[in-house]
């Protein structure tokens, strides 16, 4: 049963144009979301987290939306780069556990 | 680079082995995390390390032990190895083992077993 869902396997977009990675989860008790960013032959690099407590968190270009009624999260990325093109992972955790809890990623391409 | 070292990067062995991963964290770090990717699947929790002692267990199967030393880096052991235990093997550290802090991880270890 997989509790933190991508359905896109992958996403192409125009440099400068807006890219936006979506996540569904189905774990209620979920309290804290994070994306990472994995470039190939790398490990996942920690890219932005939003609380259950907020609904929506600004670094730089990178902005992720929690819609927690609809059980739902996203990440857009204004405007998009190419070396933007990775594959990204949204992953989730229950309050007081420090368990990551992930999806199976999104590959996003940035073209030029 | 992340500052979390994995070694070997690659190993290639044969169904019935045993092998062991090795990880260093971050300096400072006392959490240590180890997760499994295999084909088309996001990262899968196994265990979790905090300053020598286990602190959570997640899909990790009996074959498959951890430990973590008083110099903080940690050894995955996987052992009898079938066809399905192929995947990258993860580790990440933190710097304590609160839930909001940021797991940083390691470039992985891509096992192949025969």
């Known amino acids: 049963d997989q509790q933190v869902k991508q359905n896109s396997p992958s996403l192409s977009v125009q440099e400068g144009r807006i890219s936006i990675l979506n996540c569904d989860y189905t774990n209620s008790m979920f309290d804290y979301f994070l994306w990472y960013k994995k470039y190939p032959a790398e490990g996942p690099t920690f890219l932005i987290s939003i609380s259950s407590i907020k609904d929506k968190n600004e670094d730089g270009r990178f902005t992720v939306f929690l819609n927690k009624s609809a059980k739902h999260l996203s990440l857009h990325i204004v405007p998009s780069q190419p070396g933007d093109s990775a594959v990204y992972f949204c992953?989730?955790?229950?309050?007081?556990?420090?368990?990551?809890?992930f999806g199976k990623g999104t590959k996003l391409t940035v073209n030029p | 680079d992340s500052g979390v070292t994995q070694t070997p990067k690659h190993l290639i062995t044969a169904t019935g082995q045993r092998v062991t991963l090795r990880c260093s964290p971050r300096s400072g770090d006392l959490s240590v995390y180890w997760y499994q990717q295999s084909l088309d699947q996001g990262l899968q929790f196994l265990i979790q390390?905090?300053?020598?002692?286990?602190?959570a267990k997640g899909n990790i199967l009996e074959r498959f032990s951890a430990q973590q030393f008083p110099d903080l880096h940690s050894e995955l052991n996987l052992s009898s190895l079938e066809l399905g235990d192929s995947a990258l093997y993860f580790c990440a550290s933190s710097a304590w083992d609160s839930s909001t802090d940021t797991q940083y991880f390691g470039p992985g270890t891509r096992l192949t077993v025969l």
């Open positions: 992953a989730a955790q229950q309050g007081g556990s420090e368990k990551l809890v």
């Open positions: 390390y905090y300053n020598g002692e286990e602190r």
